[in-house]
């Protein structure tokens, strides 16, 4: 069985997701929906869609976070595969058979990720769209040196990792992601622990999870957009760096203005990391400040002193 994990806050899109995966062909899965505060119409939206179908799971957290949420889920979750994407999307009609067609046919991979195709943008209008243009290609740390070829990526959005996976790699870390202080990056930091224990990852394209309601417009909702990217980026510099992991000091290396200047002119549209730059800033130094690294590679509060 695949178990879907959905942390929600979106009462208006969460509908479409829930339907989008009754009517995948592949049957044997549970919805888990971790519907986060006190929405009603958010509760009545999955209640309703519960009642009409027993595989669809409601859990109500009063804590916000998406890590916090989909860690949850996975506590309750009873499948042998666990599959991630979020309220704001729609997966493709083929989505689920395909994860279990191809988790079978390759018992040593762990995890797997696929596309999350955004909406096309539109003309004369600010706007951005979290997305994900995965390769085709099965990652095997150890016989690759730790490296992963040029264009290797996947995001949280679509993914999905057996359920021992999971338990070997460890939950999402609480303090990265939205609705936390840091809101990105739980899925990075959740790919690089995979990595060190030498988890196989295969993404693919073949595996489409549509964006569809993802597109944020205006000016604030771009800068807020850039703003969750760049704290999250710079918590996980911080946590980096508290590990002692190679790539710290690669992510870390400071950009000069000159630099910035140099990127933007040669591509316009990195003007936005004059802006994002002083919000990584920021987070490695509140980051570092207030916490430290735990059991499992985990942030945990520092101790107070008394």
Known sequence: MISICVGSI??????????????????????????QGNDQILLDEIEQRSRADARIRLIQSHEFGRSRALNAAIRVAQGDILAFTDDDCEVADDW??????????RPDVGIMA?????????????????AAHTIEHVYQPSREGGAAPLGFYWCGGNVAARADTMRTVGPYDDFLGVGSEYPSCEDVDLALRAEEL??????????????????????????????????????????????????AAPWGAPTSRLQLVRKTVREPRQVVNFYSQQFREQAVRSCAAKYELGPGRLLRPRAVAS
């Open 10 to 35: 979106r009462s208006g899109t969460v509908g479409f997701l829930i339907d989008s995966i009754r009517r995948q062909p592949f049957g044997d899965w549970e919805l888990i929906v971790v519907a």
């Open 96 to 105: 689920l058979s395909l994860l279990a067609r191809r988790f079978a046919e």
């Open 198 to 247: 030498d988890i196989t990852v295969w993404t693919s394209p073949a595996l489409r999870i549509y964006h569809t309601y993802g597109r944020r417009h205006g000016l604030q909702a771009f800068l807020r957009h850039h703003r969750g990217y760049a704290l999250g980026q710079g918590a996980l510099l911080a946590k980096l760096r508290m590990w002692g992991h190679r790539l």
């Open 114 to 130: 696929g596309d999350l195709i955004p909406n096309p943008a539109p003309r004369a209008r600010i706007s951005t769209c979290p």
